[in-house]
């Protein structure tokens, strides 16, 4: 079974200043998908950014950009120029074969003005 | 255009009674998900659909709870018998064909509390 770690409960960073969320997950898997989705305080889950694991160039996303370490089976999610608007829930997410996303527990992020 | 709308926002139920959670999809999209969200955590994986059938419903907790997608559009979660520990946020999100390539689009999830 795969498994996604947040080690991060919270994390609070200046408006306009860079700040790193991380994730780590472990499967057996060779081929799947990762992902980071923002939960703001309405619930609904939006998909900030998705890395395809045979991929070695990392995903980027506007303001959003990943750090994807394949062997270390790392995906972190860095945030630049953080704005207000960033303030939510941050999941990081796994798919393999199947049509199921494994989510981790979530980092709240508060953008500090 | 529209996205993907859950009904009701809230519901609030006692231990026993049988509950109805609907999701509207985004028009067009065949593949539908559920996902429940207990407080404090990631969201975890109840069932897929790709148009009527229930692709794999591995994620169903046990056999009081079951989802139908009649019409490949409109699906509902039907959870009988409730317990406490049912409370949760249920996500409902679909995606065009289904698979990795394709985002899932949630909706904003049903706030089911058992007395």
């Known amino acids: 079974a795969q498994t996604v770690t947040q080690s991060q409960p919270e994390m609070s960073v200046q408006e306009a200043e860079t700040v790193t969320l991380s994730c780590t997950y472990d499967?057996?898997?060779?081929?799947?998908?990762l992902f980071w989705y923002k939960q703001p305080p309405s619930r609904q889950m939006i998909l900030v950014i998705r890395?395809?694991?045979?991929?070695?160039q990392n995903a980027t996303e506007n303001r959003f950009s990943v750090n994807f370490q394949k062997a270390a089976k790392s995906f972190s999610l860095k945030i630049s120029d953080s704005q207000l608007g960033d303030t939510a829930m941050y999941f990081c997410a796994f798919m393999s074969g199947n049509e199921k996303l494994t989510f981790g527990t979530g980092t709240r992020l508060t953008i500090i003005p | 255009g529209a996205g993907v709308s859950q009904t009701p926002s809230n519901k609030v139920t006692e231990k026993g009674k049988y509950v109805e959670l609907r999701c509207d999809p985004i028009?067009?999209?065949?593949?539908l998900y559920w996902y429940r969200q207990s407080l404090g955590q990631g969201p975890e994986f109840l069932i897929y659909?790709?148009?009527?059938?229930?692709?794999?419903d591995s994620g169903l907790p046990n056999d009081r709870f079951f989802a139908v997608r009649p019409e490949g559009s409109v699906s509902t979660l039907k959870i009988q018998r409730t317990e406490r520990g049912d409370s949760a946020v249920y996500l409902c999100?679909?995606?065009?064909?289904?698979?990795?390539?394709?985002?899932?689009?949630f909706g904003p999830g049903t706030r089911l509390l058992v007395l």
């Open positions: 499967t057996s898997e060779s081929n799947y998908y």
């Open positions: 659909f790709q148009g009527t059938g229930a692709a794999d």
């Open positions: 999100a679909s995606s065009s064909l289904g698979g990795p390539q394709e985002t899932q689009y």
């Open positions: 028009s067009g999209h065949t593949a």
């Open positions: 890395q395809e694991a045979y991929k070695q």
